[in-house]
């Protein structure tokens, strides 16, 4: 992914980039973590789901590639268009790396698939440009509550317009821990086991994510606010993330465990990875003068 990034990156911030040169400067940190509820405590460690299931978690991790920082900004053609079907599987010339209802553009925006298609209509559209990438490329411990200081690319110095998005790049989720029912007349009797253990396949300039996230930002790089800028980008998780899985479904293997990456745990997987995908990050701004 950092190949990809750099050259649009460079392209789009041109001098305001150079040493000296931005209009803020960015001091970013990352972090996740699996927060227990009071409100669901259900003793040893066993939080309670809406479904009346009982999640305990052993050991957590999330894996983050890099998280893109994001302005608003207008795009797309006006011409006559060009009548075609989009299809992200065969994006057209000047687009690549399709997934998640956007595609990048050559020069680093990120396009909606409504939006391309619009463009092949002969209309036009918002998008987003990207100012700059956080270089994460780790897994976090989510029991641990773990805060990273990634590095930017290709700097950390943003130029002139206001940061409205970040879009995080999930690359790793694994999980491992117990799930019993507290029914008065259970669906399953006692403890189960269960693991999860996913990583995105390939290189890691063309893999696709596991998941997507964005949050809302409003950072304005100008003149008229101070110029040293803390970005603490956070991630909460919760036992709530569990209560859409009916875990009744669940099949286990040889072992008696419920391994959630297995084909017959498809569908589990995917609700677990849909409720992922709907969480919306924080961020805590705070600037200071140089």
């Known amino acids: 992914m950092r190949a990809r990034l750099l050259l649009p990156l460079m392209l789009l911030s041109g001098c305001a980039l150079d040493a000296g040169e931005g209009f803020a400067v960015l001091e970013p940190t ?3 973590g699996y927060t227990h509820l009071s409100s669901r405590d259900a003793g040893n460690g066993f939080q309670q789901l809406a479904s009346d299931f009982q999640v305990r978690l052993d050991a957590a991790s999330l894996g983050i590639s890099h998280v893109e920082l994001l302005s608003a900004a207008s795009g797309g053609s006006t011409g006559g268009g060009s009548g075609e079907t989009f299809d992200p599987a065969n994006p057209p010339p000047g687009y690549s790396l399709c997934h998640g209802g956007h595609c990048h553009r050559d020069d680093g925006a990120l396009v909606s698939y409504e ?9 036009g559209g918002a998008t ?22 990634p590095e930017c690319e290709p700097d950390c110095e943003l130029p002139n317009g206001t940061v409205s998005q970040a879009h995080w790049d999930v690359s790793a989720l694994r999980l491992q821990g ?34 997507e996230l964005s949050g809302a930002l409003d950072i304005p790089a100008d003149r008229e606010h101070e110029p040293r800028v ?43 990875l849909e409720a992922l995908a709907a969480l919306k990050p924080d961020a805590e701004v705070s600037r200071e003068d140089r």
Do not use: C, M, Y
């Open 30 to 32: 990352v972090s996740a």
């Open 115 to 123: 939006d391309i298609q619009a463009e092949l209509n002969g209309g």
């Open 128 to 149: 987003s440009s990207l100012v700059a990438a956080l270089h994460v490329d780790a897994e976090l411990d989510l029991l641990a509550s773990q805060t990273l200081t």
């Open 178 to 211: 117990a799930v019993r029912d507290h029914r008065a007349t259970p669906r399953f009797e006692g403890e189960r086991p269960f693991r999860l253990d996913l990583a995105v396949e390939g290189e890691e300039e063309e893999a696709e994510p596991l998941v």
């Open 230 to 272: 803390k970005l603490a980008l956070a991630l909460a998780l919760s036992p709530t993330l569990f209560d859409g899985l009916d875990w009744s479904a669940a099949k286990l293997d040889a072992d008696g465990v419920v391994d959630l990456g297995a084909p017959q745990n498809e569908a589990l997987r995917k609700q677990l």
